[in-house]
Every structure is written in C-alpha cells, then in structure tokens.
C-alpha cells in the first residue's frame, strides 16, 4: 500500500508565504511524475505544478513567479514554496504522484493526498 500525506497549509495574510509538503510512503519501487492541484469552493479542480522524476517542472500560468515546486527524491517528498499569496489562492491543495509500486515497480498507481486547506486573507 503506498499513501500521500500533505502537511503545511494554514492560515496567512495576503503577501506571505507558506510551504507545503506531500511525503509518500509504502510500497514504492519509484516515483514519477509529483505535483500539486488545487480547488477553490465551486471552482474545478487545476493544476498549479508538476515535476518530474529528472526535476523538469510545469507550472500554471498564473502562477509563475510566485510558486515553485521542488522534490526529494531520496525521502519520496514533493515540495510547494508559494510566495507573494493572495486572497484568490484560497484552496484545498492537492497532491498527486504516478507511483511504480511493490518489489519490482510492477503496478502503477495514481495517487492522490487528502488535500490541505490553504486561507489567504486579505
């Protein structure tokens, strides 16, 4: 069995910063792509980045600049630095990975994290 725990979000005024992380755990013969999604109240889910195992990243367009995404690969952890938040960066954020699992990488998943609630007031 392999999960996603995400840890980091909060409450911050506009103009700060927050740093959120995304730990997998389990099974895991190696991690692919990890990444970030989010979801405002009545909003769809979007991507805000994605990075690879070799570290090429994609970020949303609204969001260079401001956010940058990392990983670990030696502790299975993807990294969010969100700088300069605004109000409309309010969100559940989510994270993801395509995981190769068991002994041998047989089985790909897709995982998501339980989502970690980020509050930007203004």
């Known amino acids: 069995q392999v999960q996603l725990v995400e840890s980091g979000g909060g409450l911050v005024q506009a103009g700060g910063s927050l740093r959120l992380s995304c730990a997998a755990s389990?099974?895991?013969?190696?991690?692919?792509?990890m990444g970030w999604y989010r979801q405002a109240p009545g909003n769809q889910r979007e991507l805000v980045a994605r990075i690879g195992s070799s570290g090429n990243t994609n970020y949303a367009d609204s969001l260079k600049g401001r956010f940058t995404i990392s990983r670990d690969n030696a502790k299975n952890t993807v990294y969010l630095q969100m700088n300069s938040l605004k109000p409309e960066d309010t969100a559940n954020y989510y994270c993801?990975?395509?995981?190769?699992?068991?002994?041998?990488?047989?089985?790909?998943?897709?995982?998501w994290g339980q989502g970690t609630l980020v509050t930007v007031s203004s």
């Open positions: 993801f990975a395509g995981v190769y699992a068991g002994p041998m990488g047989s089985r790909y998943l897709e995982l």
């Open positions: 389990g099974s895991i013969f190696r991690i692919n792509v």
